[in-house]
């Protein structure tokens, strides 16, 4: 239809009852006999988002780790420094740490890993973290670079792969 095309259709469930429909390319009104809903349409496209899913043929950093003990670090941030950041450190280690500089309370936890690629250090909303791990036995973080979107796939869920964007730390 174009923009400027109206249908109007009536539709009878029972003979007294009435109902009227019409539909414009703006919106949408069905009225009966005691209410009336009127919806405005929005466009339907979504962002493509295989243009924000980070590449597998660039080299990146891949750490692959249980999840358990990150999901549970993720938890002790968000309860204790609230909406804070955890900085990970993939140097050698994976160390993760959060901190609230006004009260001096800081987190800190080596996480077990295996890595593959260059040091990194990049950060990550822990509230995501906690909401994106969640239903995973053990992931792989893909990172290109610190500020790059972070893959995260699982060998138990190969079709299932999620994005986090990361914080600057």
């Known amino acids: 239809r174009s923009s400027k095309a109206t249908a109007t259709t ?25 209410w009336r809903l009127i919806a405005k349409h929005i466009d339907g496209t979504f962002p493509d988002y295989r243009r924000v899913m980070p590449s597998r043929d660039v080299e990146a950093t891949i750490l692959d780790l249980p999840t358990a003990p990150l999901i549970s670090f993720a938890d002790a941030c968000v309860k204790t420094l609230g909406e804070k950041p955890i900085r990970f450190s993939a140097n050698g280690a994976l160390e993760a740490s959060a901190e609230d500089v006004e009260s001096g309370t800081a987190l800190r936890e080596t996480l077990p890993h295996i890595k593959a ?46 994005v986090l964007m990361p914080l600057r730390v």
């Not at 469930?13 to 009435?18: E, M, N, T």
């Not at 990194?120 to 792989?140: H, P």
């Open 10 to 34: 009536s539709c009878r469930s029972r003979p007294a009852r009435p109902r009227l429909a019409t539909f414009t390319a703006m919106r949408s009104i069905i009225t009966a006999p005691s």
């Open 117 to 162: 690629g260059a040091d990194v250090t990049f950060g990550l909303n822990a509230r995501y973290v906690k909401s994106v791990l969640r239903g995973f036995d053990a992931a792989q973080l893909r990172i290109v670079d610190p500020s790059s979107p972070i893959l995260i796939t699982s060998a138990e869920k190969p079709r299932l792969q999620r």
